[in-house]
């Protein structure tokens, strides 16, 4: 078996993973026909020439143009089920997705249109391909607290179907800290809590998702290699990072794979998972990210094989189940010896 066909059949958990960022232009266009919406792109192929970011801001900035053509359920039940077939085909058999809600209800659709799309993608695949799914809906932090309440207060009727909370859009100038009161209220109302942090935020804004928010899990987390006692730190506390390398590439976060942190990260102890983040714009999903990082950084099976694990340790999952999983990671990787 090459290392390819390896990772693919590798059983693993995507743990970040923004559904709006698994748009392609082929949906994009074709939801912009259905819905009639106006996008400012001829092609599929200008779309794809237009993916060229120097910075997080560039990215949004089209994500969130991106996103306007998401009108009906069915136009978000349709994106997930896209997503969730080539995560299958990856070998994903848990996945934590994220959604916007705000990106949406700031455009008038309601948070019901998107969360009954969603839900009912999520029970096709769950059909469909035996995986699992959990929801994690994220705050976009450069807008203001209030509307972050605001969106827990819509999300009220479907708490039961919601995991987590999130944070994530433009971090800079957007610390942790600002939401500190509406994650609390999360965390009371049972709900588990992520936030994306030093991705290109500073390691106090780290500290301050573990210390003001109290973070269950990660997002990115890259720029904690600066300070060796937050690294100390969070391997101590076995808090997983949910790394996404194809999207530190095109942001800029590192400045070529061959300089990727995945393996420091490892022989740090810190449990780094590998994930896709936004995969139609960052030209690859979860397999391309484990292969991308494989080949720059001479990961070995051992490697892969960690990687796998921590996706399910630092899964949401009942331990039962997280059990289960290793039971079957373990499996796979001995067959393959
Ligand atoms: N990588 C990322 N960082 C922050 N916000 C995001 N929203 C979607 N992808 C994101
Ligand atoms: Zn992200």
């Known amino acids: 078996m090459t290392d390819p ?3 693919t059949g590798l059983p693993k958990a995507e743990l970040h993973l923004h559904i709006e960022g698994s748009l392609e232009p082929e949906l994009m266009f074709a939801l912009a026909q259905r819905n009639q919406v106006a996008i400012p792109f001829a092609s599929v192929e200008d779309v794809r020439a237009a993916y060229n970011f120097s910075r ?4 949004l900035d089209l994500y969130y143009a991106g ?43 309601a948070f019901e249109t998107v969360i009954t799309g969603l839900l009912s993608a999520i029970a096709e695949a769950e059909a469909k391909h035996g995986m699992t799914v959990l929801l994690i809906m994220s705050f976009l932090r450069h807008l203001d607290e ?5 969106t827990l207060e819509a999300a ?3 708490l039961e179907r919601i995991a987590a909370v999130g944070l994530d859009s433009s971090e800079l100038g957007h610390p942790p800290e600002k939401f500190a009161r ?23 804004y780290v500290l301050q998702a573990l210390d003001l928010i109290g973070v269950d899990r990660l997002d990115h987390g890259n720029r904690s290699l600066e300070d060796p006692l937050l690294v100390t730190r969070l391997a101590r506390m076995c808090m997983t ?20 942190p995945i393996d420091q990260m ?3 102890g810190l449990r780094a998972t590998i994930n896709s983040d936004d995969p139609a714009y960052f030209g690859g999903y979860v397999g391309d990210n484990y292969r991308a990082v494989a080949a720059a950084r001479g990961l070995d099976r051992g490697d892969l094989v960690a990687l796998a694990r921590n996706s399910f340790l630092g899964s949401f999952l009942p331990d039962a189940a997280v059990a289960e999983h290793l039971a079957r990671l373990d499996a796979y990787a001995e067959a393959a010896a």
């Not at 992520?194 to 500073?202: I, S, W």
């Not at 990072?241 to 990727?260: I, Q, R, Y």
Request: glycine residues 6%; contains cysteine; aromatic residues 8%.
């Open 241 to 260: 990072l949910t790394v996404c390398p194809l999207s530190n590439l095109k942001l800029c976060v590192v400045g070529d794979m061959a300089e990727h």
């Open 266 to 268: 490892l022989r740090a």
């Open 5 to 7: 066909d390896f990772i």
């Open 156 to 158: 009220e009727p479907w």
């Open 67 to 109: 996103a306007d053509v998401l009108r009906t359920a069915q136009d978000f039940h349709d994106l997930a089920a896209a997503y969730f077939d080539r995560a299958a085909a990856d070998g994903v058999v848990h996945a934590e997705i994220m959604f916007d809600p705000q990106t949406h209800t700031a455009r008038g659709i």
């Open 56 to 59: 997080l801001q560039d990215f």
């Open 182 to 204: 509406v994650f609390a209220a999360a965390r009371a109302k049972g709900l588990k809590l992520v936030a994306h942090a030093g991705e290109e935020g500073p390691p106090d």
């Open 146 to 150: 209030a509307d972050a309440f605001a």
